[in-house]
């Protein structure tokens, strides 16, 4: 390889190999390695938009989605590169901050297994749906909450989340930035009956840019896209 390191991913794109990530005692890189078997070469892709160690990739759709890690602190980033574009973007962050996890894909769906958070091995398994759907539904124990849609999108000033709830559940819910860190709050542990529900919060204090929603009721959890513009 051109960069000698430790603790990377890699990922295979129509034949060519990817290699992403890592650290080594000159630190942790954001480099993207290609290596083409064809013409025994390697070349340089975009650097990845966070450089971190022990991450983990996988592909669908022909992208590459990069997923949680370390860089000073334990990441939940999911960032997608896509080689016939050459360029980068941002997904939905996971639910928990992980290094050293394994993901598969399974019927397009991705699967965040085990990894870390510091001292403590987790069991943890999240599964990822990257389709994109204006509606997400997640089943939990014996209830179904769906989240119905949010908008406007994009926004400039509030945002307003939908979302019906089967059963009385306690909501929470956390707004995202692109980097997976949490920059809103607009709902914490409210107990709201069964129906359909409104949560309305401020966005022009946001930076423009993207960013994600997160919508925890009992034992469901779904995620929305936003985007903040001036």
């Not at 890592?22 to 975009?46: K, L, M, Y």
Request: proline letters at 7%; hydrophobic letters at 35%; glycine letters at 10%.
């Amino acid at each position: 390889m051109p960069t000698a390191r430790t603790a990377l991913t890699s990922s295979v794109v129509n034949g060519k190999i990817y290699v992403l990530g890592g650290d080594n005692s000159n630190g942790i890189f954001d480099i993207v390695d290609i290596f083409d078997p064809e013409t025994n070469s390697w070349s340089a892709g975009p650097p990845m938009p966070t450089a971190c160690l022990g991450l983990s990739s996988c592909v669908v759709n022909g992208e590459i989605y990069t997923i949680g890690g370390i860089n000073g602190g334990y990441l939940n980033t999911v960032e997608i590169f896509d080689p016939a574009t050459n360029s980068w973007n941002f997904g939905l962050p996971m639910p928990s901050t992980r290094l050293d996890i394994t993901s598969s894909v399974v019927s397009g769906k991705i699967y965040a297994i085990g990894g870390s958070t510091g001292k403590v091995v987790v069991g943890t398994v999240e599964i990822f749906d990257p389709t994109p759907t204006s509606v997400a539904e997640s089943s939990g124990i014996g209830s179904s909450t769906i989240l119905i849609g949010n908008y406007p999108d994009p926004t400039s000033s509030a945002m307003t989340l939908q979302y019906s709830l089967a059963n009385e559940s306690s909501v929470s819910i956390t707004i995202y930035d692109a980097l997976g860190r949490i920059v809103a709050r607009p709902v914490v542990g409210e107990m709201e009956s069964a129906g359909e529900h409104e949560a309305s919060f401020a966005t022009e204090d946001l930076p423009p840019g993207r960013y994600s929603c997160r919508l925890s009721a009992g034992w469901s959890e779904m995620f929305a896209k936003m985007v903040v513009v001036r």
